[in-house]
């Protein structure tokens, strides 16, 4: 169990990715920072080709040494990032689907991958990077969605991307442009106000210069921070502006979890 004492210490030895480990330890550790209290401390050091991770937590010592893979793209950081998963996943129990991957573009790490080692590629993400049988489908399945609806194109579509740049709390990786935000927060109404007004300029000159929106995505940030009053609002403002008999793909960027709130 956890003594409670929280933080992370990190301690490198000849190497200097703490990058790495640090995205990674959020998946084990979300609530911790890294710190020079002394909580729970990682050393990672590198003898040769070989990674060693020692993680010292609640008294208990845990252990785990990895050689560079010599058949994978960036062999040194899978091994330093496979010993940091080993200690972290066996003092806490917790595998995570995705792997050693952390982050926010699993399709476009595949893609890397393809280009590399081809139809070997989903063995290589399973072998080494531990990704799991049902993420790789997700992944393959997302790109093949992609292709699909690249094909679908024609020339003069375009698509309007609608930002919602408010979250109800910042997550630890997120470099995205957001806004924490709570129920009292007064921004929302009038960034709101300013938005729809956008919404009217951008699809009046996509109209002027000939092209057909076919696609609306609401990113952010967080749409689902919305109440369903504003959500409404902000849905009838595209429906008055946009041909929406040309929408073939309608989506919301769904970050932080939200249910869709009624009042206002
Ligand atoms: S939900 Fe998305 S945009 Fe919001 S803080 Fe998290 S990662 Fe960033």
């Known amino acids: 169990m956890d003594s409670g004492e929280t933080g992370l210490k990190l301690i490198l030895n000849n190497t200097d990715d703490s990058f790495d480990i640090v995205a990674l330890s959020n998946l084990f550790f979300p609530r911790d920072g890294f710190t020079e209290e002394k909580g729970k401390v990682l050393t990672v050091t590198r003898n040769g080709d070989v990674f060693e991770a020692v993680f010292e937590w609640n008294g208990t010592v845990y252990r785990s040494a990895r050689k560079i893979p010599a058949e994978v793209h960036d062999g040194e950081r899978c091994a330093i990032k496979r010993a940091a998963y080993d200690v ?28 590399i080692y081809g139809d070997k590629t989903e063995e290589v993400m399973a072998k080494h990077y531990l990704v799991t049988a049902e993420k790789i489908e997700l992944c393959r399945n997302t790109i093949a969605h992609q292709a699909e609806a690249r094909r679908n194109n024609r ?15 910042r997550c630890k990786y997120c470099s995205f ?30 109209r002027e210069q000939g092209h057909r929106i076919t696609t609306v995505y609401m990113g952010g940030g967080t ?27 309608t989506q919301w960027r769904r970050g932080a979890p939200t249910p869709l709130r009624r009042k206002n």
């Not at 917790?94 to 280009?115: A, D, K, M």
């Not at 020339?155 to 709390?169: H, K, N, T, V």
């Open 223 to 249: 749409p689902t921070t919305l109440s369903a009053v504003q959500m409404d609002d902000l849905m009838k403002t595209v429906a008055s502006h946009v041909d929406v008999s040309s929408l073939w793909n």
């Open 155 to 169: 020339q003069g579509d375009a698509a309007m991307y609608i930002s919602i740049p408010f979250c109800p709390s």
């Open 88 to 115: 972290f996943s066996e003092a806490t129990g917790i595998e995570s689907p995705w792997g050693l991957l952390s982050g926010v573009r699993p399709i476009r790490f595949y893609e890397t991958l393809t280009g």
């Open 177 to 206: 442009v957001s806004q924490v935000t709570g129920d009292e927060n007064k921004l929302i109404p009038e960034y709101l106000e300013v938005l729809k007004e956008e919404i009217g300029a951008k699809a009046a000159s996509a």
